[in-house]
DNA sequence: AAACAGATGTTAGATTTTCTAACATTAAAT
DNA sequence: ATTTAATGTTAGAAAATCTAACATCTGTTT
């Protein structure tokens, strides 16, 4: 009865998911062209996500408010500076790298990478 | 991180719950026309399930291999015997009624209604 | 100021998914 | 042998999603 969800199992239609993070499929459509997440496709190839795509995307909405811009995002991902996602294999940052990325923070009042603002980058919103 | 689901949301499309209970779309169609489920709609007219839901799909399901009938599992339902659903207003069960359902139970070597069988009845198999 | 680039909006046309409704089949009960 | 409950199958319509292209907006760079 009280079960979490298996959360890399792909169960959501893009239009539930935009209602889950109040992004438009056109966003949804960009992040996965700049390969910050891979949702699974049906037969008919269409997108299906998991829980854990839209922890993903909420994560992303986040920094991208923050200031950050997806490149930056993707830096992210790839260094897995951040645990969320079953990522291909990591590289390290060269310092200049990270300097570049740290400093684009600063633009924009962000606290330093902790996971993303505490507002949003998890369901808790939808979930109980 | 550790969220489970709004259990009564519609985020499932019908494809999905197929695959999930190993239904399919005539059987969950018709279970929804004989008022053992009422799933939600989008606006154009396409149904969504909850998690809850599929647990009743789940329980119908088993419930049918034990050998009762739709309307019996509705009977059950309507009188709520089984706290799944949020049903409509419970009434109470003649006697003649409730020894003709056990009969039709006892018919098929089936334990006295616990939760259904515990191999189904709710989403083990899939969510963690 | 003009040009550029990144992120998103909008639209068109094609494809997939789901819908209802009707008729067919199967197995169990009478 | 009929009847009925549950499910299969099919057809045609409508909704949801897809890709691709072009548009817009905002902030940078030259």
């Not at 891979?38 to 200031?67: C, H, W």
Request: aromatic share 6%; charged share 30%; no cysteine.
């Amino acid at each position: 009865m009280t079960n979490r969800v298996r959360r890399t199992m792909p169960i959501l239609p893009i239009s539930i998911v935009m209602q889950l993070t109040d992004l438009t499929a056109r966003q949804i459509r960009y992040y996965e062209e700049q390969q910050l997440i891979s949702p699974a496709r049906t037969e008919g190839n269409k997108r299906m996500f998991s829980l854990n795509d839209v922890d993903a995307l909420l994560e992303i909405k986040d920094y991208l408010e923050q200031g950050l811009n997806v490149a930056g995002i993707r830096k992210l991902y790839e260094t897995k500076v951040m645990p969320l996602n079953d990522q291909a294999e990591p590289k390290t940052l060269s310092d200049a790298e990270l300097r570049s990325l740290l400093r684009e923070e600063m633009k924009h009042q962000a606290r330093p990478f902790s996971q993303a603002s505490q507002r949003h980058g998890d369901l808790s919103r939808f979930f109980k």
